[in-house]
């Protein structure tokens, strides 16, 4: 008796596609941002924080940062391609940088909103990695 293979075939093709939609597989337009915009955050053990944000194409504008998991969420708007801010930050926290990710809204006439995260690091550590994102 013959075995029927279309079930596994099926089972195999979807998860080929998903694993290649979920990784971002295909229409990843991730590598045009990540040569477009860069962030970068710093500790520094005099005890603040300098955000550097660069839009290589110069057209950005507006961007909103903020600094999330403090008491008091820090939040501005620039609206230049590139800034650089400086934020008290006075001791690193208990549990580590992560829970003080910098988010940064992006407004940009040809890539429409841009969403970026970053973690802070210390001075002699390698930057983590960006999260790019594109609504």
Sequence with gaps: MA????PPIFLGVFTILAIIFLTGG????KDVLRQTFTVDAIYYD?????ISYVDKS?????????????DETFQKTYTDSSFVEIVP?????????????VV?????PEFGHI????????????PPTIIYSRT
Excluded: C, R
């Excluded at 075995?3 to 279309?6: A, E, H, I, Y």
């Excluded at 110069?58 to 998991?69: A, H, K, P, R």
């Excluded at 930050?89 to 990710?101: A, C, D, L, N, V």
């Design 89 to 101: 930050f006075p001791t690193i926290p208990k549990y580590g940088w992560s829970i003080h990710p």
């Design 115 to 126: 969403q970026l995260k970053t973690e802070i690091h210390l001075q002699n550590e390698a």
């Design 58 to 70: 110069s057209q950005s504008t507006l961007v909103v940062m903020e600094i999330l998991g403090m």
């Design 26 to 29: 295909g229409s990843d337009d």
């Design 3 to 6: 075995k029927k293979l279309g």
């Design 104 to 108: 940064l809204e992006i407004d940009h």
């Design 46 to 50: 005099s005890g603040y924080v300098e």
